[in-house]
C-alpha cells in the first residue's frame, strides 16, 4: 500500500481537517496518509487520534510556529525518516505566508509535492506591524511557490488564482458525507433540551474562534437581533485562539445567559440540528464545508457577501449580507427568515446532487496522488 504524507491537519474541527479525515475514509484501502499535525496544545488531547488510528494512518506532532528551528529539525527529521516508505507530500494550505518554509524544504529533500489551495486571502490579524508582516511574508511565500516544482490544487478557481498568480491549476473541490448530515427531529429536540433553549430562535456558528471568522460580530448581531426577537440564543460550536476574547465580549455585554459555547464537539451534525439559521459572518472563506452541511440538514444559512463564495449556496435557501452594512440588518435578515418555512428533504436532495459530494472528490484526489 502506498504511503502519503499529509500537511495542514490540526487540533481543531476546520474545513481542511473535516475535508481530510473525509478523503481518508473513502481511500484508506488504497493509500496509507501520515498526517503531520500542527498547532498543537499539550494541555489538549488529539481529537483526531481515534478517527485517524481507526482508518489505520499514522501522525506526528510538529512543533508550533514560533519554535521555527526546533520545527524546521522535526520536519527534516520526518521527511528522511519515511523516505524510504514515501516520495510524495500532500500540503494542504490555507496560509502560505509560513507554508512555504516546509514546501521549500521538502522539495529540497527531492520530494513530489502537492500543494492544495484551501483559501482566497491572507489571514486578517488585529495589529498592523502583524498584518504588514504577515503581508509581506504571503507575497514573499507566493513568488517563491511559482518557482518551485510543485503539482497545483485548489478547493475553486477563485482559491487557485489567490494563491497560484497564473500558475495552471487543477480543481479538486472538497465534499461532506451528505448521509451523515440528514436533519433528524428527535435529535433537534434532545440538543434543545440539554441546552434549554427549547423555545427559542437559535442563531449558530460553526468553525474555529478565530479572527478570519469574525466571531466577535456574532455577538453584535445578536445584541441586535434580541431587539426584534422574543427570545434568540447563540451557539457556538467549536474553539479557537479567540474563544477567552469572545467570552469576554458576552459577559461585558451581559449575553451570558443567551450564548452556549459547547466546545469541541464530536457529533456537530447533532449540534446543527438544534440551530434555526447558521451565521458565517467571515472575512473570507475557501468555500465553507458547514455551510453546505447545515443546507444538507434543511439549515438556512446567512453568509458575509463577498467573502463567503456564491458556490455554497447549493439549496437556494443562502441569503448573502454585507459585512458593511452593520449588524442591524444582520438582525432584520435573521427575523425574515425566522418566519419562513424551508423543506428539509428537498434541500438535502440538493446537497447530496451538487458537486461537494466526498466519494467524488476523493476518487479524483486518489487519481492524482496515488
Known amino acids: 500500500m502506498k504511503t502519503i504524507l499529509v500537511y495542514g491537519m490540526n487540533n481543531f474541527i476546520g474545513g481542511i481537517e473535516s475535508f481530510l479525515l473525509n478523503v481518508y475514509k473513502q481511500i484508506r484501502n488504497n493509500i496509507k496518509f501520515v498526517f503531520l499535525v500542527e498547532n498543537t496544545d499539550d494541555t489538549m488531547p488529539f481529537i483526531h487520534k481515534a478517527e485517524i488510528e481507526k482508518y489505520g494512518g499514522e501522525y506526528h506532532f510538529l512543533p508550533e510556529h514560533h519554535q521555527l528551528a526546533e520545527y524546521i529539525k522535526m520536519f527534516r527529521s520526518i521527511l528522511k525518516e519515511y523516505k524510504k516508505e514515501t516520495n510524495t507530500i500532500y500540503f494542504n494550505i490555507n496560509y502560505i505566508s509560513f507554508d512555504i518554509i516546509p514546501i521549500s524544504i521538502a522539495t529540497s529533500e527531492k520530494y513530489r509535492v502537492i500543494t492544495h489551495s484551501h483559501n482566497t486571502s491572507q489571514e486578517p490579524l488585529k495589529k498592523l506591524r502583524y498584518h504588514i508582516s504577515t503581508k509581506l511574508r504571503t507575497i514573499y511565500g507566493m513568488s517563491r511557490l511559482k518557482q518551485l516544482n510543485v503539482e497545483r490544487l485548489a478547493i475553486t478557481k477563485l482559491a487557485g488564482e489567490y494563491l497560484y498568480r497564473g500558475k495552471s491549476f487543477e480543481i479538486v473541490s472538497p465534499g461532506i ?5 440528514i436533519y433528524s427531529e428527535e435529535t433537534r429536540n434532545y440538543i434543545r433540551r440539554k441546552l434549554r433553549i427549547n423555545n427559542c430562535v437559535v442563531l449558530g456558528f460553526v468553525g474555529r474562534i478565530m479572527r478570519v471568522k469574525n466571531p ?38 451581559k449575553l451570558t445567559k443567551d450564548v452556549i459555547f459547547t466546545g469541541l464537539v464530536k457529533s456537530v451534525e447533532d449540534y446543527i440540528a438544534g440551530v434555526d439559521i447558521l451565521l458565517a459572518p467571515s472575512y473570507s472563506e475557501g468555500l465553507g464545508l458547514g455551510i453546505i452541511e447545515a443546507q444538507s440538514m434543511g439549515i438556512p444559512c446567512i453568509c458575509a457577501k463577498g467573502n463567503v463564495p456564491n458556490a455554497v449556496n447549493v439549496t437556494k435557501t443562502v441569503e448573502f449580507c454585507e459585512l458593511n452594512v452593520g449588524s442591524s440588518k444582520w438582525a432584520e435578515k435573521i427575523k425574515e427568515m425566522s418566519s419562513k418555512r ?19 472528490s476523493a476518487h479524483k484526489l486518489l487519481q492524482i496522488i496515488g
Open 177 to 181: 458525507e451528505a448521509n451523515r448530515f
Open 216 to 253: 466577535l460580530f456574532l455577538i453584535d448581531i445578536l445584541i441586535e437581533a434580541k431587539k426584534i426577537l422574543p427570545d434568540v440564543k447563540l451557539m457556538v460550536v467549536g474553539d479557537g485562539i479567540m474563544r477567552d476574547e469572545m467570552v469576554e465580549k458576552v459577559k461585558k455585554c
Open 342 to 360: 424551508y423543506d428539509r428533504d428537498e434541500m438535502h436532495i440538493s446537497v447530496e446532487e451538487c458537486d461537494f459530494n466526498i466519494t467524488n
